[in-house]
């Protein structure tokens, strides 16, 4: 477990496995089966020593949804997510640092009016963020920016004020790696080192920090929750203050990490730079923003200027690689980008294949790289390994380091010039060194993009990529980032139905799941939170309570279908098609609406012959369906449906005491949520309560109420979050009733409001009428 926990910040059962087989795996046994028995032990003993963060099942669910251990076949086996005492303790204490306010406050005075380096001044989000900094006095705090929003000129600013106030020296500078560390020294020219190194030179020699002293810690994303949680723990003693500055965003530590967001989403006054500086197109930096926070809009605008290709995997590496060759000889700078390893390594090979045709690279004399690739004077090179033995000019060599190559020893040797500069900075990259930890670097990885600043970037997109690699690799160029989506592929990452899918694959409808699917990992008390809220939710328990309907009521429906003057055939038929289910659920949703389920499907039955029907269960739902329609849409009654949360027809009619039990739990459970939904979006303000309408007084405050909880839940069950009440046009069939009810509860909201407390008002909204089949009886 103690191995798991340094690299997660939570684990699951799965997790536990696979690291039981590493460090077993040097064992042997007299058969499969015994290892298998020993990892189980193990294990089992890991589960037992971590720290659940899964809520227990929230309500009973009878023996035929049960497993033989006794757990709910409602939640998948294995799913429940651990952490460690540790993790947490550690969290939390970051959050209590974080809410002090005894470390020293500085005003940006001359920083804040002069001339930046490069000229200018300081952007209005740029002071506003900083003068947060300076003068909070919070012991950790933090800075928030989108990429290329200029959070190196800001903590140029911030290190200017600082040091004028504290002196020469007073603001120091850590960074996750070493490549960043050397990143962060040379934009401010403040001696910064990498937190694994200071933490063992911490441990060595004792150094730590003093009073009054600027910790600034870059790329804070990429910290693991522990480092994090020792270094500011010696910033607290010391009396120093430490700034986390990155993106949550981007990249996320390779270690139990998540603690930036964690620290950024527990304040709702976290400073943040909001104006992207890098890009030269304002659409484009509006459409890098959309992608950031997942908004499905941001494609369209791609889209529309021209920046997405799509087709086979083979045809857009092809595609993105000749635009990068066409740039290259354009003479911009520019950079290649894939989430494939193997995608990489080949375009890496094509690109040095024809620079030798083009007598940019000298082939003649070689040296072998570890990955079978060689490289030889005119490549460009990646370095892999830190070794702070080899220098080039004032700085060492990183792991992460682009270099061109421009002598080959006999030996095996190789001396290379950092990428980009015609002078200095070389240094000889000894002979092991080159066969262990050198790579060619013509086209690079998400990981390695991120702090790359290029005039282009042309990107190969896989279906499983996550957010936060897409976001990174179409960001890095100043003046366009393309998209090459490759749509030959089955998309193994992002399981379920989106908004955009089709029935054929299309670039848009990945692109749509990779918005979706965030690949950062939750702190411990994110995920606790995170876990609470998807088990709790309306979207689960509306799914369990609407399976567990099926199930109750389903003997009542065969009889129900045996007795509407079907034949025996055609009752076969319809109690075994794929249909039946749906039939069943529009016969419970015409019974919570006081229509006469046992004398409507004879009437359904005997309107018209199913002599062209294909399926006779999906012709009876569409005639219910348009029954139930006129029926409620005529106003034939003023009683309210009897629904739970304003939208999921309540199951009635006899059934056995478990099965009521737990039908009545999940019922209390989402009317609940919907509850909880709406008043804590009322409490915030989010934007969507604004079309409710402000909240009656007396009595018509309580019907307003039960129609917001309406909307609540249906933006809960569909996973709404947007500023529009109901968000975007429904896909499936089941939503647009459900659309229908809440947009009729929107109303009745509505006109709540404006009538106040006059007798109309105090009318139960009549229920919204369900969409036509279009089928005349």
């Known amino acids: ?19 039981a087989a590493r460090q077993t795996m040097s064992y042997r046994f007299a058969s499969a089966s015994d290892r298998e028995a020993v990892v189980g032990l193990i294990v089992d003993a890991a589960e037992r020593t971590s720290l659940r963060l899964t809520p227990p099942e929230l309500a ?8 033989d251990d006794g757990t709910s076949v409602f939640r998948p ?38 001339r930046l380096p490069g000229g200018g001044r300081l952007a209005d989000d740029q002071l506003a963020a900083l003068s947060c900094v300076a003068g909070s006095g919070r012991v950790i705090d933090v ?21 004028a106030a504290h002196g020469a020296g007073s603001v120091v500078g850590l960074a996750p790696s070493a ?5 962060l020294a040379t934009d401010l020219g403040i001696a910064t080192e990498n937190l694994a190194k200071w933490w063992q030179t911490h441990i060595d020699q004792g150094s730590s920090f003093r009073a009054g002293q600027l910790v600034i810690i870059d790329e804070a994303s990429l910290a693991g929750t522990l480092p994090l949680d020792r270094v500011t723990a010696l910033a607290v003693d010391a009396g120093a203050k430490v700034l986390l500055v990155g993106d949550y965003a981007q990249l996320q530590s390779v270690d139990a990490g998540g603690a930036f967001s964690l620290l950024v989403h527990d304040r709702a006054d976290a400073p ?32 529309t200027h021209d920046r997405l290709r799509d087709g086979s995997t083979e045809a857009m590496a092809d595609a993105a690689y000749v635009a990068w060759r066409a740039d290259i000889r354009s003479g911009k700078s520019t950079v290649l980008i894939s989430d494939s390893n193997e995608a990489v390594a080949a375009l890496n090979v094509r690109a040095r294949t024809e620079l030798i045709l083009e007598g ?14 060689r490289a030889a004077v005119g490549d460009t090179v990646i370095t892999r390994r830190n070794d702070r033995r080899l220098y080039a000019s004032r700085s060492w060599v990183r792991n992460g380091d682009r270099w061109s190559v421009i002598g080959v020893h006999r030996n095996g040797a190789v001396e290379v010039r950092r990428w980009g500069r015609r002078w200095g900075s070389t240094v000889l990259l000894p002979a092991s060194y080159v066969a262990e930890h050198v790579e060619l670097g013509y086209a690079v990885t998400s990981h390695r993009a991120q702090g790359i600043t290029t005039d ?25 980032n393309t998209a090459y989506i490759a749509v030959d592929r089955p998309d193994v990452a992002h399981v379920g139905p989106r908004p955009g899918d089709a029935a054929d694959v299309t670039a848009r409808s990945i692109l749509f799941g990779i918005l979706q699917h965030v690949g950062a990992e939750l702190s411990a008390h994110e995920t606790l939170a995170a876990e609470q809220d998807a088990w709790g939710s309306v979207a689960q328990l509306a799914a369990e309570y609407e399976t567990l309907a099926a199930a109750a009521q389903h003997d009542r429906w065969v009889a129900a279908v045996r007795a509407s003057g079907l034949s025996h055939k055609q009752t076969l038929n319809v109690i075994n098609s794929d249909a039946f289910g749906p039939l069943t659920a529009e016969l419970r949703r015409a019974e919570a609406h006081f229509v006469d389920e046992v004398a409507l499907l004879p009437r359904v039955v005997v309107a018209r012959g199913f002599e062209d029907a294909q399926d006779i269960a999906a012709v009876l739902r569409a005639r219910v369906a348009a029954v139930v329609s006129r029926y409620t849409g005529a106003g034939r009654t003023r009683r309210s449906p009897r629904h739970v949360a304003g939208l999921i027809p309540r199951a009635l009619g006899p059934m056995d005491t478990a099965m009521h039990q737990a039908l009545v739990e999940r019922a209390d459970l989402i009317e609940s949520r919907a509850a909880d939904v709406l008043d804590h979006a009322l409490l915030v303000g989010e934007p969507w309560t604004r079309a409710l309408g402000a909240a009656p007084r007396g009595l018509a405050a309580a019907a307003w109420r039960q129609n917001g909880c309406a909307v609540a839940a249906y933006r809960d069950r569909y996973g709404i979050t947007g500023a529009k009440p109901l968000g975007a046009a429904p896909e499936s069939t089941a939503q647009r009733l459900d659309a229908a009810l809440a947009r009729a509860a929107l109303e009745a909201a509505q006109r709540l409001a404006k009538k106040g407390h006059t007798f109309d008002a105090l009318l139960p909204a009549v229920a919204a009428g369900l969409p036509s089949a279009g089928i005349r009886l």
């Open 1 to 19: 477990m103690m191995a798991v926990s340094e690299k997660r910040a939570t684990w699951r059962h799965w997790n536990l496995t696979a690291e």
């Open 60 to 67: 009973s669910s009878p023996v035929e949804f049960q497993r």
């Open 77 to 114: 086996k294995h799913s429940v997510v651990f952490t460690s005492t540790e993790l947490l303790d550690a969290e939390s204490r970051l959050l209590e640092r974080a809410v002090l306010l005894t470390a020293s406050r500085v005003a940006l005075r001359a920083a804040a009016s002069s």
């Open 143 to 163: 800075l928030v920016g989108p990429a290329g929003a200029g959070k190196t000129t800001a903590m140029n600013a911030l290190r200017r004020a600082w040091e």
């Open 179 to 183: 490549a960043a560390a050397t990143v």
């Open 272 to 303: 943040e730079l909001v104006d992207v500086h890098r890009l030269v197109h304002e659409w484009e930096k509006t459409a890098s923003l959309g992608l950031r926070k997942g908004h499905p809009e941001s494609i369209d605008l791609y889209a």
């Open 360 to 373: 940019r690279v000298d082939a003649l004399h070689e040296v072998a790289l570890h990955d079978g690739t």
């Open 456 to 480: 282009t970037a042309h990107v190969v997109v896989a279906p499983s990529m996550p957010r936060e690699n897409l976001y990174v690799a179409m960001t890095r160029g100043r003046e366009a």
